[in-house]
């Protein structure tokens, strides 16, 4: 959601939005380089879902009238915000016509029960259409992509992916009032600190003339623009591409470019380098090596067995890791530094299979070969919570049941499908809890 992070109803979610301790049941821990906006993990269809019923909720939120509460907290924001340097000529701006939203708060405390495959993720985000489209657009500016690739080192297909999948290229990147979003949040959300800073740092950007209060939409969390950035994000980040004086990620795609590749730049991309490549895993591969935190260099999972799909070559990565987000019956990945980078833009497996998937799609490489287990339902949060106490109550301990699959939880599940006679792959499956609880 940007988002920076598009921070979505996420999967980020809102597009693509978490905590440095992502709340995506596909995700690994990596710290965000990025505010995260307070939203689930990416759902890009949620978050589509929810900016298409923006135009129509913003205006019956208008007309709703705020709580003298909300007035009485916007005084005192105000009061605040003059103590910390914003001038008073930008709070008239900004604040006067501030409106409390509580469409806001639905879409804030709404808590996802079920997580979407990620091959579901991956149709939507990878579409034969979102392809096209992305070559078209790289097409429309491929001069100023390329500039930028040259200035930061991001490859223009990246840049133009992650624009791809935060906004579908600029088409949907929301239509709330970053500035109402925020003291909503800020007034009344489930992450208040985090809104309140998020604001402080709108002000500064209205105050530095980059933009007009009534131009910084976004998403309902705060993301804003082409490739979603919040507020503390662009004020890190955002660059001017196209020498007007002024960081416009609204409209202007040079800044939009420029912005994003320096983002990724920002988070450590090594020019060069792919981000990762789609792998064939041998039949007795150790699956609990599939985690980011375990780390070879390409020429050492080559020798465990580990084989480039097709006639492609591994590619040389000093840190490289093996992802198999649905277990051995699924896509496996060599991903490296770069992966990395993506992640640290939006902290989810899905996101960044998908940024990387689609810039490959977009440069007329070939997209993911393997088939996904499709006939498999995914685990809802509360059927991992079960599955977490079931796996606890016989041995296998995956720590406090909270309904996220991660590494300990893999750990535990391993444990148990070792103990079965099964390939130890950690993915969770319907059949694989029906047997945990007879």
């Known amino acids: 959601m940007r988002r920076i992070l598009v921070c979505s109803l996420l999967l980020s979610s809102l597009v693509g939005c978490q905590s440095s ?27 589509q879902a929810a900016k298409t019923a923006e135009t129509g909720q913003n205006k019956r939120d208008a007309q709703a009238e705020s709580p003298a509460s909300f007035d009485a907290w916007l005084a005192d924001f105000r009061r605040e915000a003059r103590s910390r340097g914003i001038a008073e000529s930008t709070l008239d701006r900004a604040l006067g016509d501030i409106r409390y939203r509580p469409k806001i708060l639905e879409y804030d405390r709404a ?5 979407r ?14 392809v096209s489209n992305g070559r078209e657009r790289l097409d429309e500016h491929r001069a100023t992509a390329e500039r930028m690739t040259r200035g930061y080192g991001v490859p223009a297909e990246v840049v133009v992916a992650i624009w791809g999948v935060e906004s ?7 239509s709330f009032s970053t500035l109402d979003s925020l003291a909503t949040l800020a007034f009344d959300g489930r992450r208040r600190d985090f809104a309140h800073d998020e604001l402080i740092a709108a002000l500064k950007i209205i105050e530095g003339g980059d933009i007009a209060p009534e131009r910084m939409i976004g998403s309902w969390a705060g993301a804003m623009g082409h490739t979603q950035f919040l507020p503390s994000s662009y004020l890190a980040y955002a660059k001017d ?46 699956y609990s090596q599939t985690e980011l935190a375990t780390r070879r260099s390409s020429e050492a999972w080559a020798r465990q067995g580990v084989r480039a799909m097709g006639s492609e070559t591994l590619p040389t990565l000093n840190n490289a890791s093996i992802l198999a987000p649905a277990g051995a019956r699924g896509p496996a ?13 939006n902290n ?54 909270d309904g996220i699959m991660g590494p ?17 792959d950690g993915f969770a499956t319907v059949s694989l809890l029906e047997r945990l609880q007879e």
């Open 21 to 47: 301790q992502s709340t995506d049941a596909l995700a690994q821990d990596q710290t965000p380089l990025k505010a995260q906006a307070p939203a689930q993990a990416p759902s890009q269809s949620d978050d």
């Open 111 to 115: 808590q996802p029960e079920f997580v």
């Open 117 to 130: 495959p990620i091959w579901q993720y991956l149709d939507t985000a990878v579409s034969s259409t979102r």
């Open 168 to 174: 579908n290229y600029g088409s949907n990147f929301g």
């Open 241 to 286: 591409g196209d020498g007007d004086g002024r960081r416009d990620i609204w409209g202007s795609i040079p800044d939009v470019m420029a912005s994003t590749a320096n983002y990724l730049a920002r988070a450590g991309w090594q020019a060069g380098e792919p981000w990762g490549i789609e792998v064939r895993l041998p039949a007795d591969f150790d």
């Open 333 to 345: 990945f060599l991903v490296g530094g770069n992966y990395r980078a993506i992640l640290r833009y």
């Open 348 to 401: 989810a497996t899905s996101y960044a299979l998908a940024v990387g998937t689609l810039s490959r799609r977009i440069a007329e490489e070939p997209g993911i070969r393997a088939d996904w287990p499709r006939q498999e339902t995914p685990l809802s949060r509360a059927q991992v919570r079960e599955l977490q106490r079931a796996l606890n109550a016989r041995g296998f301990a995956t720590g406090t049941p």
């Open 408 to 424: 300990n939880t893999r750990a535990g599940l391993r444990a148990y499908q070792a103990s079965l006679g099964l390939t130890p």
